[in-house]
């Protein structure tokens, strides 16, 4: 299935690229955002694109080969975005756009091991060179800690179960094998969620250490935008949303002291406006003919 950018349009006008500006996205995938944002500041912008995942560079460049020197694809995590731009001589930047949800080109390749509708190895890394796979964890991991990160990461009501019913069942290589057995230890779920969802999100983003790597850029990347930048962070489950919408929140105050506090000490300055206090969503025409992008929340902020 060919990879279709989550929220386009919505990307596109709320980021506001402009002509000749300089722009990263820190999470290139195929190339589908990048490209619009391209055209966009043609012919003379630049555009910095990121990616964890080799196999989604390679599709970039081959999609974006056309800009020539106006796009720099390098492999390597957001969360480095400073050391990034330094490497480049780039001071500051005018946008920055961030989409945490999976390519359909992960979801669909079995030997990825991120999707348990097909039959593949308990992988779930963004790069392959990555020391630890969601084997590892499934296999090395103890009960207790087994159990918290699926309900830390996977908010699984069932995780202590789900972690007993794993370590009698060790060692496990296969997705389809795991989820069989989340789905024989809970059983049907009132939703029509798959049983087993939520613990392999739990898996991939403990795997990946999602959300230290988003906490870690929010900041990195309120520093690297211009005045009137804008910073676009495309979420798909509620923890990297209250991330980014606490984030977001924080930087829009003056005063950050607690309430018990009746003179402000803090000294802070606000620093970010947001463009949209609630996120956008797509649209039913999107969601009809991209499924996967039913969960997608769009929040956009901009540097004062």
Not at 105 to 129: C, E, I, K, T, V
Not at 193 to 215: D, G, M, S, Y
Not at 231 to 259: G, M, N, T, Y
């Amino acid at each position: 299935m060919q990879h279709k950018p989550v929220l386009f349009h919505e990307v596109l006008d709320t980021l506001n690229p402009i002509p000749g500006g300089m722009y990263v996205d820190g999470t290139v995938g195929a190339g589908g955002h990048a490209r619009g944002i391209v055209e966009a500041i043609s012919p003379k912008g630049k555009l910095l694109g990121l990616d964890r995942d080799p196999a989604a560079l390679k599709i970039a460049e081959s999609q974006l080969a056309e800009f020539g020197n106006q796009v720099i694809l390098i492999h390597g995590s957001y969360a480095r975005l400073k050391l990034h731009l330094n490497n480049l001589n780039w001071n500051t930047v005018d946008g920055i756009l961030l989409d945490l949800g999976l390519s359909s080109m992960q979801l669909d390749n079995p030997d990825r091991g991120f999707s348990f509708r097909n039959a593949g190895p308990l992988d779930m890394r963004f790069d392959p060179a990555h020391p630890i796979s969601a084997a590892d964890l499934v296999n090395q991991s103890s009960r207790d800690d087994l159990a918290d990160l699926i309900f830390k990461f996977g908010e699984e009501r069932y995780s202590r179960k789900i972690a007993d019913a794993i370590i009698a069942n060790r060692p496990l290589e296969g997705t389809q094998e795991l989820a069989d057995i989340i789905k024989r230890t809970i059983g049907k779920t009132p939703s029509r969620i798959h049983p087993a969802t939520k613990t392999f999100q739990a898996l991939r983003i403990a795997v990946n250490h999602e959300l230290e790597a988003l906490e870690a850029f929010l900041p990195i990347a309120l520093e690297a935008l211009n005045p009137g930048g804008r910073l676009a962070v495309i979420a798909f489950h509620s923890l990297e949303d209250r991330i980014v919408k606490q984030f977001f929140r924080l930087e829009s105050r003056d005063c950050v002291c607690p309430p018990e506090i009746p003179i402000c000490v803090c000294e802070h300055k606000k620093q970010l406006l947001e463009i949209n206090r609630r996120p956008i969503r797509p649209e039913e025409k999107e969601i009809n003919e991209n499924p996967r992008s039913r969960s997608a929340k769009l929040r956009v902020a901009e540097k004062i």
